[in-house]
C-alpha cells in the first residue's frame, strides 16, 4: 500500500505494510525536526535532520540496550525457577 507522508511541509509517497505506524512515525519526525529547528534557528533542514537521525538511532541502541538487559534477567530468573524446581522435585521423589 502506499502512504502520503508530510516531514517539514515536504511530501512523500512511501510503501508501507503498516501505514498507520508511517504515519505516527512522520509526525513523530516532524515535530522533532521542528522542535530543533525552532531551538536552532539558522541550521539547515539537511543538519536538522541528521541531528534528529542520531538523536532516534541513539534512542533506539538505548532501548535495545535494556531490552537485551531485561531478557538476561528473565533468563537469570528462569533458571533459578527452573533450580528451585528440580530440587524440589528430587527432594519429593522416592
Given at each position: 500500500?502506499?502512504?502520503?507522508?508530510?516531514?517539514?511541509?515536504?511530501?512523500?509517497?512511501l510503501?508501507?505494510?503498516?501505514?498507520?505506524?508511517l504515519?505516527?512515525?512522520?509526525?513523530d519526525?516532524?515535530?522533532?525536526?521542528?522542535?530543533?529547528?525552532?531551538?536552532?534557528?539558522?541550521?539547515?533542514?539537511?543538519?536538522?535532520?541528521?541531528?534528529?537521525?542520531?538523536?532516534?538511532?541513539?534512542?533506539?541502541?538505548?532501548?535495545?540496550?535494556?531490552?537485551?538487559?531485561?531478557?538476561?534477567?528473565?533468563?537469570?530468573?528462569?533458571?533459578?525457577v527452573?533450580?528451585?524446581?528440580?530440587?524440589?522435585?528430587?527432594e519429593?521423589?522416592?
Amino acid at each position: 500500500m502506499q502512504k502520503q507522508i508530510t516531514i517539514l511541509g515536504r511530501n512523500y509517497t512511501l510503501r508501507a505494510d503498516n501505514g498507520d505506524e508511517l504515519e505516527a512515525a512522520a509526525r513523530d519526525v516532524d515535530s522533532r525536526m521542528k522542535s530543533l529547528m525552532s531551538r536552532s534557528p539558522g541550521v539547515d533542514p539537511y543538519t536538522v535532520a541528521m541531528l534528529t537521525a542520531l538523536n532516534l538511532a541513539s534512542e533506539l541502541r538505548a532501548a535495545h540496550r535494556g531490552y537485551r538487559g531485561r531478557l538476561e534477567l528473565m533468563d537469570r530468573e528462569a533458571a533459578a525457577v527452573e533450580a528451585v524446581l528440580a530440587a524440589a522435585v528430587g527432594e519429593g521423589a522416592p
